[in-house]
């Protein structure tokens, strides 16, 4: 091996690897299907979901969400889309671990039936605990608008800190929201789980 393909090699970004299945106490989170669409189309199709995420246009239909699963399904993304599933495979949400910029982020939302059971707490925190094993040295950024202050609890459960503030872009709300940006180090994630 000569040193042009030694240094060639060192250059080469580290990756999570394929969305693994992961079991909680109470969910089962694993890839995406393509028959998860109906379920996915129904959770966002409601504006007390869609209203928290930047990227979700209203109304939210059938093919937006397949437009979503394909290519997370494909195998060429380097992301985690785990479906958050209860014990009898219902698509009941999303947590994700995405590239973006070269910088991972966690984002995630769950169908409004579910909520305050601390399912994202569990879901993100053990999507997390895998993503630090396979990336140990990886910091994550997240983040929420302003009035989610349930995901900023959940976000504060899990050890993120408050880094910045700015104004993203809403598509279900047609306009400019305050936002609340945050990160995780690596470090933090083993302290708050390693006591
Ligand atoms: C945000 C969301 C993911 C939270 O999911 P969840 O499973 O209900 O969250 P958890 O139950 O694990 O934790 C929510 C925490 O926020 C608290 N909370 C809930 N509603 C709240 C509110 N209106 N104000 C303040 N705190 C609130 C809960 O009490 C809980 O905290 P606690 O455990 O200290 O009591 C869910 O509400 C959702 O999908 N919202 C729409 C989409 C979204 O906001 N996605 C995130 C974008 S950043």
Redesign the pocket.
């Known amino acids: 091996m000569n040193a042009a393909v030694l240094q060639k090699s060192d250059s080469v970004v580290t990756m999570p690897g394929p969305c693994p299945v992961i079991i909680t106490e109470r969910l089962v989170l694993r890839p995406h299907k393509l028959s998860d669409a109906p379920a996915i189309a129904e959770s966002l199709g409601d504006f ?2 869609s209203r ?2 930047s990227k979700v246009p209203q109304p939210y239909d059938r093919q937006d969400a397949l437009d979503w699963i394909v290519p997370q399904t494909s195998g060429i993304l380097p992301d985690w889309a785990l479906a958050i599933t209860t014990g009898d495979d219902t698509h009941i ?1 999303v947590v994700a671990i995405e590239l973006r910029r070269g910088e991972w982020h966690l ?4 169908n ?1 039936f ?9 879901a993100a925190g053990a999507a997390l605990e895998r993503f630090f094993r396979r990336m140990p040295n990886t910091a994550i950024r ?4 302003a009035d ?4 900023l ?2 976000q504060r ?1 899990l050890g993120f800190r408050i880094t910045d503030a700015d104004q993203i872009f809403s598509m279900s709300r047609n306009r400019m929201v305050p936002h609340i940006e945050t990160a995780m180090l690596p470090e933090d994630f083993r302290r708050l789980r390693r006591p």
């Open positions: 007390k979901v928290m995420l949400g984002g995630y939302w769950l409004r579910y909520w305050d059971r601390g399912y994202v707490t569990e997240s983040g929420a608008f989610n202050l349930a995901s609890n959940v459960k």
